[in-house]
């Protein structure tokens, strides 16, 4: 959207006596517009002072931060809430043949795996390469939280001998 958007502001050139007219092409307009319906059905944070239009009608932002979902404004302010449950723990001493660290977990929030000795390589979907995946050695970990978690089965093979893995999912 961005791009799109940057381009019809620039075509608007400079607004000179409080007026302005715009020209842009329909399949520009609808393209924009598509992308915009994507965005207000996701929800659109807008500060304190802004005005949107919502069904149709004009609204005020008079509160510190509104949100804008699906054509209706809610208006207050916004909390982030973390998630919040419990951890589980595992170890797992990796050797040639794929070890298992933890089972496939639809729900999984957060993931952290450490390499504690050795070196390891971590795969998130089962099956794990000594030549392909994600490589540690000891001392090093990777964290996956946020909009991003795998939710596979996280497994750990070594190349030769073995490795020790510990992780913490929730």
């Known amino acids: 959207m961005g791009r799109q958007w940057n381009t019809i502001i620039e075509s608007l050139g400079p607004l000179t006596g409080g007026s302005m007219s715009i020209s842009a092409n329909l399949t520009d307009i609808e393209a924009l517009l598509t992308t915009l319906q994507a965005d207000i059905a996701d929800g659109i944070i807008v500060s304190s002072g802004s005005s949107v239009i919502t069904n149709g009608t004009l609204a005020q932002i008079s509160s510190a931060s509104s949100v804008l979902t699906a054509g209706t404004l809610t208006t207050g302010s916004v909390t982030s809430r973390p998630f919040r449950g419990t951890t589980t723990v595992g ?3 990796a050797g040639t043949t794929n070890g298992t ?3 496939t977990n639809s729900t999984r929030n ?3 795996v ?3 000795s050795g070196t390891v390589f971590i795969d998130t979907n089962g099956t794990a390469s000594a030549t392909d995946d994600i490589q540690l050695t000891a001392g090093q970990g990777i964290t996956f939280e946020g909009s991003f978690v795998p939710t596979g ?3 750990a093979i070594t190349s030769t001998g073995t490795a020790r893995v ?3 999912q929730g």
């Open 166 to 168: 510990i992780g913490v």
């Open 114 to 116: 450490q390499c504690t």
């Open 153 to 155: 089965a996280i497994v």
């Open 91 to 93: 170890t797992l001493t």
């Open 110 to 112: 957060y993931l952290l």
């Open 101 to 103: 660290l933890f089972a």
